[in-house]
C-alpha cells in the first residue's frame, strides 16, 4: 500500500524555520509529480510549491524567496525548507504526489495525512 508520510511541524516564532518531509512508503514504480499545498480552518487548501515536468520548481508568489522545495529521489521523499517564517505561515501543511504503483497501471493521486506549522509573532 501506498503512502505519504509527512514529519516536521511544530511550533516555531516568527522570522524561524522548519523543514517539513514527505516519504513515500511501499512500492511504486514512479513518481510524476510532487507539491505541497497548505490549508488554514476556513479556508481552501492553498498550493505553495511543487515540481513541474522537467523537474523546474513552482512557488506561490505568498512563499517565493522564503520556501524551498526539494526531493531525494533514492529516499523518494520530499522536502519543504522554510525560512523567515510569518504568523500567516501557519497552517496544515499537506503533500501531494501523482505516483504509478507500476509499469502497467495508471497515475493515482495521494495525499499525505497533513502536519501542523504554526508561528508565533
Known amino acids: 500500500q501506498v503512502q505519504l508520510v509527512e514529519s516536521g511541524g511544530g511550533l516555531v516564532q516568527a522570522g524561524g524555520s522548519l523543514r517539513l518531509s514527505c516519504a513515500v512508503s511501499?512500492?511504486?514504480?514512479?513518481?510524476?509529480?510532487m507539491t505541497w499545498l497548505r490549508q488554514v480552518p476556513g479556508k481552501q487548501r492553498e498550493w505553495i510549491a511543487g515540481?513541474?515536468?522537467?523537474?523546474?520548481?513552482n512557488y506561490a508568489d505568498s512563499v517565493k524567496g522564503r520556501f524551498a522545495i526539494f526531493r531525494d529521489s533514492a529516499k523518494n521523499t520530499v522536502y519543504l525548507q522554510m525560512i523567515s517564517l510569518k504568523p500567516e505561515d501557519t497552517a496544515v501543511y499537506y503533500c501531494n504526489a501523482d505516483i504509478r504503483r507500476s509499469s502497467y497501471t495508471g497515475v493515482i493521486n495521494y495525499w499525505g495525512q497533513g502536519t501542523q506549522v504554526t508561528v508565533s509573532s
Open positions: 511501499g512500492s511504486i514504480f514512479s513518481i510524476n509529480a
Open positions: 515540481f513541474a515536468s522537467g523537474g523546474s520548481t
